[in-house]
């Protein structure tokens, strides 16, 4: 704790967050200011950043240049409350010397747990036949009706093995499937002692029944997944994305799905967030979207938020972030 004799920080929080996360703050002679107008509109955070120490962000907002030249020189860090920080122009707070914190680890269980249950959701077509059941479409028992395909005995293939794809490996050996298979810039090392295999991209894509994203958002895997890609996987293929939607080239997902290419999509995350209401997406039979919810477990967005508030306290007080990235 530093002393509260010196001059209070102000740091500009842009949604309400846990008290567990504020405490941390406060006693660290921070005073807050908390956007209670959600979502926030970008002149509003241009407006309230102007002249802040901090800034207790979400993947919400894009932080960039305009940003931290609007919020001027007395800006001395950024905590971000989200692993992915592809929302935040990282080389212009680096030419500032603004330190930008991140919450990795503390969310790859919770994230790996909403991907087997949305793989299972899509696959298995629980949302489907739970909405049948109270449409009245269930009849009576049917041999194939409400069918889909399980994961024993297939070939599960992860786009970017790194933490949370490890966690969905895991978790998805245990219901006898025959192989795992990924797709990383190099091979994982604790992949490899855990029997995964790594294949190259066409083999990832071809021999994969569950084709699961948890790769990062980057320029390189921008718009990564398109109809090239799309018609080189399995007809009976299920594609899942937990990364970004950004990864996706929606366009070419919708035909994809459409034109039977391949079977069924799952999708946490989407361009925009969130999708409109008219998204083609929304309207395909095929298509099961959950509203970026990976991380969303209770003790998990606190420890997220915890972690933010640490950050951002030891940033102020010029010291080692406990997750930095730049
Ligand atoms: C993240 O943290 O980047 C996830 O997408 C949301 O928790």
């Not at 509003?44 to 001027?72: H, P, R, S």
Request: hydrophobic share 40%; proline share 3%; with cysteine.
């Amino acid at each position: 704790m530093i002393s509260t004799n010196s001059k209070k920080f102000k740091v500009y929080v842009t949604q309400p967050i846990p008290k567990e996360a504020e405490s941390i703050m406060h006693s660290n002679n921070i005073e807050l200011i908390i956007n209670q107008n959600t979502p926030l509109k970008r002149d509003l955070l241009l407006q309230n950043v102007k002249d802040i120490d901090g800034i207790f962000c979400t993947l919400n907002e894009k932080i960039d240049k305009e940003i931290l030249e609007t919020a001027g020189a007395s800006l001395k860090v950024i905590g971000t409350c989200s692993v992915g920080y592809d929302h935040i122009d990282i080389n212009e707070c680096k030419k500032r010397n603004i330190p930008v914190g991140y919450t990795p680890g503390v969310l790859t269980d919770a994230s790996a747990e909403l991907t087997v249950g949305l793989l299972l959701n899509t696959t298995r077509r629980i949302s489907e036949a739970i909405n049948a059941a109270k449409t009245g479409e269930w009849a009576d028992w049917k041999i194939m009706w409400m069918c889909g395909r399980g994961l024993s005995g297939s070939n599960v293939g992860i786009f970017g093995l790194g933490r949370i794809g490890l966690a969905v490996a895991n978790r998805l050996k245990n219901f006898g499937v025959n192989k795992i298979i990924y797709h990383n810039r190099k091979p994982n090392e604790e992949g490899a002692k855990q029997g995964y295999e790594y294949v190259d991209l066409d083999t990832l894509l071809s021999q994969s029944d569950f084709l699961i994203v948890t790769c990062s958002a980057t320029k390189e895997t921008e718009k990564f997944f398109n109809l090239e890609k799309f018609k080189k996987m399995k007809k009976s293929a299920v594609f899942v994305n937990v990364s970004r939607g950004s990864v996706v080239n929606q366009e070419d997902l919708c035909v994809a799905l459409k034109d039977n290419l391949i079977a069924a999509a799952g999708l946490d995350v989407t361009t925009p967030e969130p999708l409109p209401l008219d998204h083609e997406l929304l309207k395909l039979r095929n298509c099961f979207i959950t509203p970026h919810i990976c991380s969303a477990e209770v003790n998990t967005r606190v420890k997220m938020a915890v972690i933010t508030a640490n950050n951002i306290s030891l940033g102020l007080q010029n010291k080692a972030l406990l997750h930095q990235i730049n």
